[in-house]
């Protein structure tokens, strides 16, 4: 399987916001109360910044390869199944991470340009990305 693309996406503003989350919460535990449900809340976010703290994204002659941070979160497609690849700008509403849109569902973290992918099944994804030109050339222009 060769690789012909490969990009990592780091969301600097998720990070960000989570960990002042995280900070806050230390902060009431420590000065205000304890609390099992504050730990709990913690502990949440410090997992949901594990998985969407980045967006690698994996172009190989045979799939394309979208996953959220250390990798619960994957999606794989055939490169055979993509019909149609064409860049997009989400808006500021759709937020980032995973959200259902009027055009899909968007798998974000950071920033408003993406790359919409339809499948040979109907549905259809939109993938952030800082380069959706050169990803669209790589899934549709060279495709087998």
């Known amino acids: 399987m060769n690789i012909l693309y490969?990009?990592?996406e780091i969301g600097y503003t998720i990070i960000v916001v989570v960990i002042a989350g995280i900070l806050a919460i230390l902060y009431?535990?420590?000065f205000v109360k304890f609390n099992w449900i504050l730990i709990m809340g913690a502990l949440l976010l410090l997992l949901s910044l594990f998985i969407f703290y980045s967006?690698?994204?994996?172009?190989?002659?045979?799939k394309l390869i979208?996953?959220?941070?250390?990798?619960?979160v994957k999606l794989e497609?055939?490169?055979?199944e993509i019909v149609e690849c064409k860049e997009v700008k989400t808006h500021w509403y759709n937020g980032w991470g995973i959200h259902l849109t009027g055009k899909g569902l968007l798998y974000n973290v950071k920033g408003f340009s993406a790359?919409?992918?339809k499948l040979k099944n109907g549905k259809s994804y939109l993938i952030g990305t800082s380069s959706p030109d050169k990803i669209c050339d790589i899934l549709i222009k060279n495709k087998k």
């Open 28 to 30: 009431g535990l420590i």
């Open 77 to 80: 497609f055939f490169r055979d």
């Open 66 to 72: 979208v996953i959220f941070g250390i990798g619960i």
């Open 55 to 62: 967006l690698k994204i994996i172009i190989t002659d045979e």
């Open 115 to 117: 790359v919409q992918i």
């Open 6 to 8: 490969k990009e990592k």
